[in-house]
Each structure stands twice: as structure tokens, then as C-alpha cells.
């Protein structure tokens, strides 16, 4: 499987492309994600199934069991099915459920742009920005990560320090989440508080699969500031959020008009600070 995926690298990285072919992703990273998003319950950590998916100029970030539940309610939706039809099929659904909406695609629209969507309640939201570069501390330190040598590296990054080990065994630069910019992809990445975690467990070459590109919607176009305060005052203040929607609170509220849901005891850790 090792050579393959280099061999495949080769072929794509040095050989002519059609124009219009570039963003068709050859390879797909797939990260086990451990990640705290409550402070102030420091044991209780979520999971999830994050993939990168890798064309010549562009990647997109994203996960895997959010996407593949959406997929099939779109599939339900654009055969006529309705609400009641989706539920019963999510009974029957593998992919676990997933609170993270978001995907970073970098380079697009543009090389050296970032561009992030996501969805908060019912809405959808995108911004964009620069897509700047980690200044990296190459470490000497190695070890075996999916059958790859990988080498350790360091940098402070949007507000947390990071700790990943990349290979150069794949030429790429890129990894999980935003980071990038060392010579190969990146297989492990962690912050030095351990709330977000990423470990590969599965890297693989594809072939058949649509070009790299962001959906087009409806989206609410807000800055990355704008963002963080929404999805903020979403995850520690649902009704609050509502309320300012326009929309009526479903959250229970109990004496003194605080929420008797576990809504109320959220401190939202985001993963930038």
C-alpha cells in the first residue's frame, strides 16, 4: 500500500495535468479526532472521523460521519422522503453522530486563501482568509506513525501551541485542520493542552471522486471573528442564539430563567484562542 500511494504521488505531482483537472483529490487522509469542547468538564472528550482530501492545488477538510449523515437525508430528500423518513434511516446509520459541521478547503477560492463553512442551527455560514503559514520548529526527534517514518515539529499557531509529527515519505504540505507548511504531510498533530488530537489511521489513493470545490448555498458571509461569536453563544447560550435569530428558545428553562439543560454548563473551548 506504501509504494502505491508513492508511486501514485509521483505520477501526480510531476506528470502534465489537463487544465480544469487540478482540484480532482487523489488521495484522502483520514485522522482519528479526540477533541475537548467544554472547559469545564475536562473528562469528557468527543470523537470523530476527520478526512483531508488532497488534489494538486487544493485540499478540503471534513467529517467523515457528518458528511456521510447528510448524504444519505439528501438521498431521502431528493427521492421525496420526508422528516420521518430520514429518522428512520439514521436508526439504521453506521457513522456515529457528528456535531461538527464546519470544512476548510485551503487555496480555494484562490491559491494562498482559506476558505471555512459551517453550519450553526439552521444556518449556514462561510468566511475567508488568508491561509498563513505556521513558522515551524523542525524537531530530530522520529517515530512510526501508519507505517511512516515521521519527524517531529513545533510552532504556535493561532493561538495554541503544536506538537505533530509529518512524513516525508509523502511529499505534501499539508495536514489536519489549518495546519500545513512543512516538507510532507502531516500524520499526528496535537495542541500542547491535549484538547485537540489527531491521529492518522487510514491514508489511501482514490480515483474516482468529484473535483474539490465549495458547495454553493445560502451561506451568511461573516469574518472568522464573526464566526467564533456565533458559534460561541450558540454552544453556551442556545436560546439566547435563537432569540436573536428571530426564533423561539427549545431549550428548557428552569427558576431564575436559566437553562435546566446541560447547555447551561458549557464554557465552549474553541480550537482557536
Given amino acids: 500500500m506504501k509504494n502505491r500511494i508513492l508511486m501514485m504521488l509521483f505520477v501526480l505531482l510531476f506528470s502534465i495535468t489537463a487544465i480544469g483537472q487540478?482540484?480532482?483529490?487523489?488521495?484522502?487522509?483520514?485522522?482519528?479526532?479526540?477533541?475537548?469542547d467544554n472547559r469545564l468538564k475536562q473528562d469528557m472528550f468527543r470523537q470523530d472521523e476527520m478526512v483531508l482530501r488532497i488534489s494538486k492545488t487544493s485540499s478540503e477538510f471534513f467529517s467523515l460521519w457528518r458528511r456521510r449523515r447528510n448524504e444519505i437525508q439528501d438521498s431521502i430528500l431528493a427521492k421525496g422522503g420526508n422528516q420521518a423518513d430520514i429518522m428512520a434511516a439514521r436508526e439504521k446509520i453506521i457513522y456515529p453522530l457528528s456535531n461538527q459541521h464546519q470544512t476548510i478547503y485551503k487555496n480555494l477560492p484562490?491559491?494562498?486563501?482559506l476558505t471555512y463553512t459551517d453550519r450553526i442551527f439552521a444556518k449556514k455560514y462561510l468566511y475567508t482568509e488568508k491561509l498563513e503559514k505556521p513558522q515551524w520548529n523542525i524537531l530530530q526527534e522520529k517515530k512510526n506513525i501508519a507505517n511512516?517514518?515521521?519527524?517531529?515539529?513545533?510552532?504556535?499557531?493561532?493561538?495554541?501551541?503544536?506538537?505533530?509529527?509529518?512524513t516525508a515519505d509523502i511529499p505534501i504540505s499539508d495536514g489536519p485542520w489549518k495546519l500545513w507548511g512543512l516538507p510532507g504531510l502531516i500524520l499526528e498533530a496535537a495542541d500542547a493542552d491535549n484538547d485537540y488530537q489527531f491521529s492518522c489511521i487510514e491514508i489511501k489513493n482514490i480515483t474516482q471522486s468529484m473535483a474539490i470545490s465549495v458547495p454553493k448555498s445560502q451561506y451568511i458571509k461573516c469574518t472568522k471573528e464573526e464566526h467564533i461569536k456565533t458559534i460561541t453563544e450558540y454552544e453556551e447560550d442556545?436560546?439566547?442564539?435563537?432569540?436573536?435569530?428571530?426564533?423561539?428558545?427549545?431549550?428548557?428553562?428552569g427558576a431564575g430563567g436559566k437553562q435546566s439543560s446541560a447547555f447551561s454548563e458549557i464554557k465552549y473551548n474553541y480550537i482557536e484562542k
Fill in 148 to 166: 511512516y517514518l515521521c519527524q517531529k515539529a513545533e510552532t504556535t499557531y493561532l493561538g495554541r501551541k503544536w506538537i505533530v509529527w509529518f
Fill in 238 to 253: 442556545p436560546n439566547k442564539f435563537m432569540q436573536r435569530q428571530g426564533l423561539s428558545g427549545v431549550f428548557a428553562v
Fill in 22 to 36: 487540478n482540484n480532482i483529490p487523489f488521495l484522502e487522509c483520514h485522522y482519528a479526532e479526540k477533541f475537548l
Fill in 110 to 113: 484562490e491559491k494562498g486563501m
